[in-house]
T-cell receptor, first 112, second 118 residues
Framework: SQQGEEDPQALSIQEGENATMNCSYK?????LQWYRQNSGRGLVHLIL?????REKHSGRLRVTLDTSKKSSSLLITASRAADTASYFC????????????FGSGTRLSIRP | GAVVSQHPSWVICKSGTSVKIECRSL??????MFWYRQFPKQSLMLMAT?????????EQGVEKDKFLINHASLTLSTLTVTSAHPEDSSFYIC??????????????FGPGTRLTVT
């Protein structure tokens, strides 16, 4: 089963612009993670935000979490062609177990 | 650190045969390993969770007799797709977590195995 829905399903922007992807989930969580996946490849862990955090930064990435709305957003600033990939959010419900459930994903294309 | 490998990276088999996929944690001991399946342009769907030395826990709708999971050591888990059919063709991804013993519950993902059943 899938925990979350991501929107948009697909996003195409010009290089240099900012990309924002949203994730909504259904049940209470302990943490939320964002992953990147290049076509036909494995997953790259981008960032983890805990349920008691509201915002986190890592390089050009900014993640927000609103537990009252059960939603999160991933912002990629100053996008580059290499950012072209699928992005998934994944939620973990428990602090003592690492089972995570993935959202539906957003396919991001960066136009040169 | 925290490297997970999968073997093979791709495999083609005939309908009715069985295929074994290996997942190894190369530089850490994995208390727990997870198996996911991903169809084209879709998300990862968790199939099962396996803890070293115990039976795997399968997600609802996943046939445990068809997808045999063995987690015999802290660095190796195997997924065997038995009597494979074309609809089993998919991208199979494993992940491994050190767990409490390793001080981290983060999952580290393998590069995936593409299975094509003809």
């Amino acid at each position: 089963s899938q925990q979350g829905e991501e929107d948009p399903q697909a996003l195409s922007i010009q290089e240099g612009e900012n990309a924002t992807m949203n994730c909504s989930y259904k049940t209470s969580i302990n943490n939320l993670q964002w992953y990147r996946q290049n076509s036909g490849r494995g997953l790259v862990h981008l960032i983890l935000i805990r349920s008691n955090e509201r915002e986190k930064h890592s390089g050009r990435l900014r993640v927000t979490l609103d537990t009252s709305k059960k939603s999160s957003s991933l912002l990629i600033t100053a996008s580059r062609a290499a950012d072209t990939a699928s992005y998934f959010c994944a939620t973990g419900r428990y602090s003592s177990a690492s089972k995570i459930i993935f959202g539906s994903g957003t396919r991001l294309s960066i136009r040169p | 650190g925290a490297v997970v490998s999968q073997h093979p990276s791709w495999v083609i088999c005939k309908s009715g045969t069985s295929v074994k996929i290996e997942c190894r944690s190369l530089d850490f001991q994995a208390t727990t390993m997870f198996w996911y399946r991903q169809f084209p342009k879709q998300s990862l769907m968790l199939m099962a969770t396996s803890n070293e030395g115990s039976k795997a826990t399968y997600e609802q709708g996943v046939e445990k007799d068809k997808f045999l999971i063995n987690h015999a050591s802290l660095t190796l888990s195997t997924l065997t797709v038995t009597s494979a059919h074309p609809e089993d063709s998919s991208f199979y991804i494993c992940s491994a977590s050190p767990g409490a013993r390793g001080g981290s519950y983060e999952q580290y993902f393998g590069p995936g195995t593409r299975l094509t059943v003809t």
